[in-house]
């Protein structure tokens, strides 16, 4: 199948597009290259500009009118910097996402599988959440996560629009071939700063959060081997309509985890055993708009889409640690 990949140029559409081609399906990546690398887009079918160009849009269904399905990926996706920059967020993941799915709609390109996220969750006891558990977002960028969950929901229920909404957990790695990772020259997320202080590119890796209400009192995530949320998308590119009929709704949403939480300090001595020596560590509080965590019940994922993880947490790490030393080659810097 042909498939539009909204934010390809990324770490996530990037690597699910060498999923999807590692499938037998050819992705059409379309990024405005933001602050997805150009690089990432070398040798496939490539549109540079925004989601919410309806010409573009138009251009490329007449240019690829055999699209079976778009798996939408393009945001802005760093949690302080959404506290800081809420237009843009608001602007860029919510009212442009808005023109394209009412776009896809007009151009009856109808099955669509959205990237939310497991921020959107409440603090629950135990940490192990289902998809119909309370939501709680509390940054902006959760927020516009939620939002676009509604929109679909409501947009599946009134128009064409058919829907398959992943709630992604912490996706970390490189794909098997490690053509393609982590980008950003200062990562954000917690893997990429320990995967610097490791080699030397920062002096210590700073631990955000030691009084939370934890069994160790730093946040607790369900880190998933990128690679695995990648073939998911696959699985729901295959599943889509059968998914759907399973549930017998216009719309769902499913979970992306190993079912499994990992806290901060654990997944650092994981790091450390994998990576064979120690990690300078500091503390600080919490970051703006940082969530206690927690880990999917991915049940449904299973019943749905027939997938489960097969990476382990040393694998991911692994594949992490591999990017950091491939990443100049690729990119040209640390």
């Keep these: 199948m042909k498939i539009l990949v909204t934010g390809g140029a990324g770490y996530l559409g990037s690597t699910t597009a060498t999923a999807l081609e590692e499938a037998g399906h050819t992705p059409v990546v379309l990024d405005s290259l933001l602050t997805g690398p150009r690089v990432f887009t070398a040798g496939r079918i490539f549109y540079e500009g925004d989601i919410a160009d309806r010409a573009l849009l138009r251009r490329i ?31 860029d993941n919510v009212a442009k996402s808005l023109e394209l799915f009412d776009e896809l709609a007009a151009l009856d390109l109808p099955r669509v599988i959205f990237s939310s996220s497991a921020s959107l969750y409440d603090v629950k006891e135990g ?18 996560k939620h939002m676009m969950e509604q929109v679909l929901q409501d947009m599946a229920a009134a128009t064409n ?66 690679w695995d949320l990648a073939r998911a998308h696959v699985r729901a590119v295959e599943r889509f309509d059968d998914a759907l009929a399973a549930v017998d709704a ?8 190993t079912g499994d939480g990992v806290t901060v300090r654990e997944l650092v001595a994981s790091f450390e055993r994998v990576f064979g020596r120690s990690v300078p560590l500091a503390e600080a509080p919490p970051r703006p708009g940082d969530a206690v965590g927690a880990f999917a019940n991915a049940d449904k994922a299973t019943q749905l889409l027939d997938w489960r993880t097969e990476l382990s947490l040393d694998d991911a790490i692994a594949s992490a640690l591999a990017w950091g030393e491939k990443r100049r080659e690729i990119l040209g810097y640390e």
Aim: charged share 20%.
């Design 61 to 91: 269904r007449d240019e690829h009118p055999d699209l079976e399905a778009t798996v939408h990926m393009a945001a802005r996706i760093v949690v302080p910097e959404s506290v800081e920059q809420p237009y843009e967020y608001y602007r």
């Design 161 to 226: 629009l058919r829907a398959i909404i992943l709630r992604y957990f912490n996706p970390i790695g490189s794909d098997p071939g490690l053509t393609s990772g982590i980008y950003a020259k200062e990562p954000s997320h917690v893997l990429g700063q320990l995967v610097m202080a490791a080699r030397g590119v920062k002096p210590q890796f700073t631990i955000t959060g030691t009084d939370l209400p934890t069994r160790d009192g730093t946040g607790i995530r369900d880190y998933i081997h990128v």
């Design 250 to 257: 216009p719309s769902t949403i499913i979970n992306l985890g």
């Design 127 to 144: 940490f192990e959440v289902l998809e119909s558990d309370p939501l709680a977002p509390n940054s902006p960028y959760a927020r516009t």
